[in-house]
């Protein structure tokens, strides 16, 4: 028989955290089944409302998920069959997706080695004059070099439509990811900085035009029972969840900095290491630290995340695989070598346990046993 791991850590802590919301997510729910208001109503106007102020965003539309919110927003900014779509290699399939699913092109670009975010020249260097919006990852929970996208947008006519499903909070010379660009996703996924208690997700953007548009498209076109204007989806934040995000969202600030001490923990505990190449923030960057993604040699991570599972640390890797070497996005014609950057952060990355409820112990376990594991 192998013997207990001393400790165990997981990657995200779930229960922790909602057994700090637990008594006002009750009261509410009480309420929403009390008034039967589960689709719209009071609750969810109130998040819309409270997330919007949060963040800075004057529109914020409530929506099914993060997936659905990237597609709304690409459409409400003109994005149609047969335009293009700029996006970074290193993401999660979603951010493709959207694309993919409004019937436009996904056109990729590269990232920066050392905050793995989307590559401004590169960006620029692929767009053209189909190119209908540029979509930065603000990955991790750091926020994009959005700023640095603005003369291609321009010079091409397009939008910038950030993908904030990881960034909730984060912050670029004080302004919040999420309000950018000219509209934005993000996905409320229960692991998130700010996580539902299932699917979710919210557009958000400075433009009435745009907002409206997000709603139309998001109730069946309609704006009028039975009144469709166009083609729309169904996609719509319900009451239940609208309760559990602003319950959590009292309290996102304080566990975002909970991450951020989480987060130079590490640095202090793992900076001596051999081998590991740590995050670091970008200048002007406020990061959230949704995941705290270290590098190791490519031979040793195989090796590297069975000790750490051995040992009852619930390591992870994000992502294995880049958008272009996928057998969804195969047709695409991308190779391997295309996209350097991406494919060497796919072979090296390991995701460490962070969240807001991590303690030093359990920190100080994890780097006891990455050193062990990279020896």
């Given at each position: 028989m192998k013997p207990q791991p001393a400790l165990r850590v997981p990657l995200v802590d779930l229960a922790a955290q909602h057994a700090e919301v637990d008594e006002e997510i009750q009261a509410g729910l009480k309420e929403v089944f009390a008034e039967t208001a589960f689709i719209g109503g009071r609750h969810v106007a109130g998040f819309e409302t409270a997330y919007g102020r949060w963040l800075g965003s004057p529109h914020c539309v409530g929506v099914a998920n993060g997936t659905d919110a990237l597609e709304l927003a690409l459409r409400a900014c003109g994005v149609e069959p047969g335009t293009e779509v700029v996006l970074p290699a290193n993401t999660f399939i979603a951010t493709a997706e959207a694309v993919s699913r409004i019937g436009a092109l996904p056109v990729l670009a590269d990232v920066d080695p050392v905050h793995l975010l989307i590559d401004p020249a590169g960006a620029a260097q692929v767009a053209g004059p189909k190119t209908r919006a540029l979509m930065p990852v603000h990955l991790f929970g750091q926020t994009a070099p959005v700023?640095?996208?603005?003369?291609?947008?321009?010079r091409w006519g397009a939008a910038i439509v950030e993908d904030a499903a990881q960034s909730q909070g984060a912050e670029r010379f004080g302004r919040r990811a999420g309000t950018l660009g000219d509209?934005?996703?993000t996905s409320f996924y229960p692991g998130k900085n700010l996580g539902a208690a299932g699917d979710a997700g919210a557009v958000l953007t400075a433009r009435e035009d745009i907002a409206a548009r997000v709603r139309l498209l998001a109730d069946h076109g309609s704006r009028t029972k039975y009144r469709h204007e166009e083609p729309g989806m169904n996609s719509r934040l319900d009451a239940v969840q609208a309760v559990v995000l602003s319950a959590k969202l009292k309290r996102l600030d304080a566990w975002n900095g909970r991450r951020r001490e989480a987060a130079a923990r590490y640095a202090r505990l793992l900076g001596g290491l051999d081998?590991?190449?740590l995050p670091v923030s970008a200048e002007g960057n406020t990061d959230v630290w949704h995941i705290y993604g270290i590098r190791v040699p490519a031979p040793q991570r195989d090796r590297v995340l069975q000790v750490l599972a051995e040992a009852g640390i619930g390591a992870g890797?994000?992502?294995?695989?880049?958008?272009?070497l996928t057998g969804a996005y195969s047709p695409l014609g991308y190779g391997p070598g295309d996209f350097p950057v991406s494919e060497d952060a796919a072979e090296r990355l390991v995701s460490l346990p962070l969240h807001p409820h991590l303690q030093p112990s359990q920190q100080e376990y994890v780097a006891e046993t990455l050193a062990r594991a990279l020896r």
């Open positions: 700023e640095a996208l603005a003369p291609a947008a321009e509209a934005a996703g081998g590991l190449v890797v994000h992502y294995p695989v880049p958008v272009h």
